[in-house]
């Protein structure tokens, strides 16, 4: 084994995994190496992308409908409340002992994580929308789907983007457990450290912690960018207001 | 290593309800004092976390509140704690702190601490300019200031703070096994294919978490008399 980096210790030996492979210490296989990493990283990316795309189908319609609506505020609210009570690895337990394991189901199990934050942000952002600003837009003539597509749909954007911020990165860490119902993803390593040795084990999870933080700014520089002009203009004023975190609101 | 131990253990289910996976009242029964150890440990890890966590970022805030310019790198910094996965962040400190409690602890503290510090600064941000105005006009200094009048009517976003950090901490310490740290993820990864197993372990986390949000909205309920008269609906 080629060692590059063996000055910062056990963190070089997992940087040289990531980029050089070398033979399995079981044996036989050859391990580690960008290419091994990349398909570690496609179905880690596949399994992610696939739940969340459900997750915001189903989610963004719903909380903006309740929102316009002005009804089912308690269920968006606390579904939150209660997602957040209920861990990952449980989540995934259950699903593999009544389901059993599989792509189908773990991403079932991922669509259920990453709906409550969308699915009450997309509420609050509908609901937190000015009624005069609606009102203005029905004196105008709008009717009931155009005020939810051209008023209340921009206006709550950034909200919404900022609820897929939270599902999306908690949907890529919890993807690294995804090994635990049949699954490869990055957490292989992780979980079969056998195979793939210590310094594959914190190989992967130097790429998981970087994937999650580059998905978090992305993300973010996404949700800067879908906010309307008029509410950047104001926002230096009301964002002391927008951040506080309550009960009733999101999840940082 | 672990993986071996749930094979034996579906080898060693003999009995019919178990041998077809069921959800067995009796095994259940015959076996819930293996549960008590992981769930001590669960909350011990969950109850020391989120105190040190908040005892450091209710400083932070305290601080950044007078100082507003560290506002932003704080957030910034513990935005990016709160982001690396907690699977990762064990391993990430594995090779420094090594295996066991208290690399589960850090990067359990890691997590708490934005919650935290956003809810208390917003919290201190929330109260009305005249209040302080009329407080000061009372003679108060600063700090009496800060610890009779602004942190009271914190209150509210304070205790949501600490509420939103225990049942997530609750949540991510099931996987401090993978630190070493036991707890009831220990057990449901023991023999996650089992329903009586995932029920009882799974089932537990979750009331652990309902059980700690319901003692604090209780304490905050104590605390925060004045706030009744307009209680949540």
């Avoid at chain 1, 969340?52 to 319609?61: E, K, Q």
């Avoid at chain 2, 400083?59 to 950044?64: E, F, I, P």
Wanted: charged share 15%.
């Amino acid at each position: 084994m080629t060692t590059t980096y063996a000055v910062l210790g056990e963190f070089g030996h997992a940087i040289d995994f990531i980029f050089h492979s070398h033979e399995s210490q079981i044996g036989g296989t050859q391990v580690g190496g960008l290419g091994q990493i990349w398909d570690l990283m496609w179905p880690h990316l596949k399994l992610s992308g696939a739940a969340m795309a459900i997750a915001c189908a189903i989610s963004v319609p719903l909380g903006l409908w309740l929102g316009h609506v002005g009804k089912g505020g308690f269920l968006a609210i606390n579904v939150s409340n209660v997602g957040r009570a209920v861990p990952s690895l449980a989540l995934i337990a259950f699903f593999v002992a009544y389901l059993g394991v599989g792509f189908l189901n773990l991403m079932l199990a991922l669509v259920l994580l990453a709906i409550p934050p969308i699915l009450t942000n997309a509420y609050t952002g509908t609901r937190q929308v000015d009624r005069e600003t609606v009102d203005a837009a029905r004196g105008m003539g709008m009717t009931g789907p155009q005020i939810v597509r051209r008023v209340e749909l921009p206006l709550a954007l950034p909200l919404i983007f900022g609820g897929i911020r939270i599902s999306a990165v908690n949907v890529i860490a919890t993807a690294t457990i995804a090994p635990l119902a049949g699954v490869t993803t990055l957490g292989d390593p992780i979980i079969n450290v056998n195979t793939y040795g210590d310094e594959g084990r914190l190989a992967a999870a130097i790429v998981v912690a970087l994937l999650a933080v580059v998905t978090e700014v992305t993300l973010g520089a996404v949700q800067r960018a879908v906010t309307p002009r008029g509410l950047k203009l104001t926002s230096a004023g009301r964002r002391q207001h927008r951040f506080p975190i309550t009960r009733r609101q999101a999840i940082p | 290593m672990t993986l071996e131990v749930a094979q034996l253990q579906i080898h060693h289910r003999t009995d019919t309800c178990e041998s077809r996976n069921g959800f067995c009242p009796s095994w259940i029964a015959d076996h819930f004092g293996d549960y008590v150890h992981p769930f001590l440990q669960h909350l011990v890890l969950t109850v020391l976390a989120v105190a040190i966590g908040f005892a450091i970022s209710f400083t932070l805030a305290l601080v950044a509140h007078r100082r507003r310019w560290l506002v932003n790198p704080i957030t910034q910094v513990t935005g990016i704690l709160y982001t690396i996965p907690s699977v990762a962040a064990f391993f990430l400190l594995l090779p420094i702190t090594g295996r066991g409690t208290d690399t589960a602890l850090v990067a359990l503290v890691s997590y708490v601490l934005l919650i935290i510090f956003r809810n208390v600064l917003a919290g201190l941000d929330n109260v009305p300019e005249e209040t302080r105005d009329a407080g000061r006009g009372m003679g108060l200094t600063d700090s009496q200031l800060l610890w009779r009048v602004e942190i009271p009517l914190a209150m509210p976003e304070i205790m949501a703070g600490l509420r939103i950090a225990t049942t997530t901490t609750v949540g991510l310490a099931t996987l401090a096994f993978f630190a070493g740290a036991g707890g009831l993820g220990e057990k449901i990864f023991s023999d996650i294919a089992y329903k009586s197993n995932v029920v009882v372990a799974g089932g537990l986390a979750v009331l652990l978490a309902a059980a700690l949000d319901g003692l604090i909205l209780l304490t905050q309920r104590a605390i925060t008399p004045w706030t009744r008269a307009v209680a949540q609906p």
